[in-house]
Structure formats: C-alpha cells, structure tokens
C-alpha cells in the first residue's frame, strides 16, 4: 500500500469521526425541527426540507469519500479502484442564500459547518489526484520493470 501524499491513516479516522458526528447532529436537527405547518406551501417548510435534502447528500458523499479511503489505508481497495472510484464532487451546489434565510440560526450554522467540512475534503482530495501526475502511468511501470527483468 503506497501512501498518498496529505493523505495518512490517522487523518481519515480523525476526518471519519468527524464525518459522523456531523452527520448524527444533521440527521437530528432535521428530524426535530419544526415542520408543524398546515401550509405545505410555506416558504420556510419548503427551504427547510430543501437544505436538509442538499444537507444529508452533501454528507453522504463526503461519508462515502471517507469509508473509500479507510478502504485504501487498510488495504482492502487499490489505489488505482480509490482513484477510479473514491471521487468527491467537485461541483456540488451550496445552500441557496434566499432559503437560508428562511432558516433558524441553529440550521443555518449547522448547514455552514457541513459545507465546510466538505470544502477541507475537497482541497484534500484535489491535492491528493494532484500528486497522480507525479506518478508513471501502469505501463509506463511495467515496461520499466520488463527492462530491468530482460537485461
């Protein structure tokens, strides 16, 4: 198992359990909040249900991202399946300011921590697929084992 650079064992746990205390604190700010209205045309019903769709996704990506690179650290995948498949979105769309507004302070905060936490995954990820440049492509490897094997 070759180590990616800025990527080692301890970070992904650390990140992982990170990942899943946000993702639990997620899971019950949305289940607990208040969708008592009669209206199912309010506004704020709407936003909420909205941003906790965009909010829950956007954790499960990063869950998903994480559990691939557990995967890799321990063995279980190649890196060459980590990078085929292990990828994190680059282009996943933010909470809409006009219904964070509708939103109380505590979701609006907890839905700004996630993006956070996926904005770190992201910067990480993209200087991790950075350093696949700096390695040779499989056959250019293997070739160069060929040689040394022949003579």
């Known amino acids: 198992m070759g180590q990616a650079a800025n990527i080692n064992p301890r970070i992904i746990e ?33 936003a ?22 557990r995967a890799f650290c321990r063995g279980e995948i190649s890196e060459f399946q980590l990078r085929r498949h292990g990828r994190l979105s680059t282009d996943f769309p933010p909470a809409d300011p006009a219904r964070m507004d509708l939103l109380s302070g505590e979701i609006r905060c907890l839905i700004e921590s996630t993006e956070r936490f996926y904005e770190r995954l ?3 990820d993209a200087a991790w697929r950075a350093s696949e440049s700096r390695c040779p492509p499989a056959i250019q490897s293997m070739r160069e084992r060929l040689i040394k094997a022949v003579g």
């Open 48 to 69: 909420l249900s909205c941003e906790a769709l965009r909010t829950t996704t956007r954790m499960m990506h990063a869950i998903a991202w994480l559990l691939n690179h």
């Open 122 to 124: 992201s910067r990480i």
């Open 14 to 46: 650390a990140l992982y359990g990170e990942g899943l205390l946000l993702s639990d604190e997620v899971r019950a700010a949305f289940q607990l909040s208040d969708m008592d209205s009669a209206d199912p045309e309010d506004a704020r019903r709407i």
